[in-house]
């Protein structure tokens, strides 16, 4: 990159400029950014502890939720800082990382929700070969194949942008590094690249999306054989996972499938999922799951009690 390159460091316009709410703000993400780490962390310890959380649907929410960390990793610890910084910089490099691992993650996290569909597909409308279908080995190639797929999606993004030449201006108009914002200090026409990452990105949120909505629409509709009981149970489940499946594509289609735009409100709604949402997930999953709860408090009563004695 450095070849073609006058643009070594970019300046991050950031989210607010007035320093007090800056200070506030920072506090709040802070906050908000430790209760992903522990939410989420909490997910991930006690289904890999806890012997009744041994289905295939929380061995995938332990995934999910480590992929959270992950992802809310790679912008907000660089945000939150930049709140107390009068001037935001990042090198060009370092903003190319953070664009590969916000996507890798990103499209990970998509990957994988549409697998948890597919799970939840399968346990209500194939129950009785439920063991069969989801099996250990198909799991593992599904998380695998999530991972890889975020990867190669990311290396695509990637390959594009180190292709174009920055030679300035070097103020960024956000509070992280993305592609839109990034294509606009290019020094060539990115027409092309702008369509690729559309195809690349856009499609990707709306066609999985769409897969999701039908795959819940087919669960709904066999659930009319299901007892009361069993209804509510899967109801009280599925509900949890379309409430995330909501939070997260919304503003995802939002911003990639129209064009880009220097308005406040995209700024606001990449908070929404880069923030907020990664800290909502642990809690709309554990709050809406018996068993979970069960198992959280079955886990950390045992460690209180030896620790008392």
């Not at 999910?64 to 490099?93: G, N, Q, R």
Request: charged content about 15%; hydrophobic content about 50%; glycine content about 4%.
């Amino acid at each position: 990159m450095a070849s073609k390159n006058n643009v070594t460091e970019l300046i991050i316009v950031g989210l607010f400029q007035d320093p007090e709410v800056q200070r506030v703000c920072f506090a709040v993400f802070l906050a908000v950014y430790l209760a992903t780490l522990v939410g989420n962390g909490l997910i991930v310890v006690t289904v890999n502890i806890s012997k009744s959380l041994n289905s295939p649907m929380y061995f995938f929410l332990s995934y999910l939720s480590l992929v959270e960390i992950s992802y809310s990793s790679t912008i907000v610890p660089k945000f939150i800082t930049d709140l107390l910084t009068k001037i935001k910089t990042i090198s060009l490099e370092g903003c190319v990382a953070q664009i590969f691992f916000s996507h890798f993650f990103g499209v990970t996290e998509i990957f994988l929700l549409v697998v948890m569909a597919y799970d939840r597909y399968v346990a209500i409308c194939k129950p009785l070969h439920y063991m069969n279908i989801m099996s250990n080995l198909l799991c593992y190639v599904m998380v695998a194949g999530s991972w890889l797929g975020g990867f190669f999606h990311s290396i695509i993004q990637i390959l594009i942008t180190i292709q174009l030449p920055f030679c300035g201006p070097n103020v960024i108009d956000h509070y992280f590094c993305d592609l839109h914002p990034l294509f606009k200090l290019a020094c060539s026409d990115t027409f092309l690249e702008g369509v690729i990452v559309l195809v690349n990105s856009g499609l990707i949120s709306v066609f999985s999306f769409l897969l999701l909505v039908s795959s819940y629409i087919i669960i709904m509709y066999n659930l009319r054989n299901h007892s009361a009981e069993g209804r509510r149970k899967a109801l009280s489940t599925c509900a949890s996972h379309i409430t995330v499946v909501i939070l997260f594509f919304g503003p995802a289609i939002f911003l990639y499938m129209r064009p880009s735009s220097t308005f406040t409100e995209d700024k606001l709604v990449a908070v929404f999922y880069t923030v907020i949402t990664p800290m909502l997930n642990p809690i709309i999953y554990t709050l809406r799951n018996a068993e979970m709860k069960i198992a959280m408090r079955r886990l950390w009563g045992k460690k209180e009690n030896s620790e008392m004695e």
